[in-house]
């Protein structure tokens, strides 16, 4: 059974940095996608940034280039979402996602498993 579970989410103050990592179970990174994304409440869901695991290309999100960044330990099978200069509009729910595609994007419908999601909070 496989299973996708999030964590490093938390309160920080703007400016500040948040890890988040998703460990997945029941099968291996090698050649699928993993993709964070993120929910506020009364939002859209929004690709925030993915990875394709067996080359290691990438997809960001216009609202987080320069800030955020994805990489991929898969010793600990292990997808991790570095999130550096945060800001109040960060503020969301971040899941994980894995995807059988070779391109990493932030389109949710290529996605077939998901994590429960880890809250971070950016206060001003």
């Known amino acids: 059974q496989v299973q996708l579970v999030e964590s490093g989410g938390g309160s920080v103050q703007a400016g500040g940095s948040l890890r988040l990592s998703c460990v997945a179970s029941?099968?291996?990174?090698?050649?699928?996608?993993v993709g964070w994304f993120r929910q506020a409440p009364g939002k859209e869901r929004e690709g925030v940034a993915a990875?394709?695991?067996?080359?290691?290309?990438?997809y960001y999100a216009d609202s987080v280039k320069g800030r955020f960044t994805i990489s991929q330990d898969n010793a600990k099978n292990t997808v991790y979402l570095q999130m550096n200069s945060l800001r109040p509009e960060d503020t969301a729910k971040y899941y994980c996602?894995?995807?059988?595609?070779?391109?990493?994007?932030?389109?949710?419908?290529?996605?077939?498993?998901w994590g429960q999601g880890t809250q971070v909070t950016v206060s001003s």
């Open positions: 996602a894995s995807s059988p595609s070779p391109w990493p994007t932030g389109d949710a419908y290529e996605y077939n498993y």
């Open positions: 029941g099968y291996t990174y090698s050649s699928d996608s």
């Open positions: 990875i394709y695991t067996g080359g290691g290309s990438t």
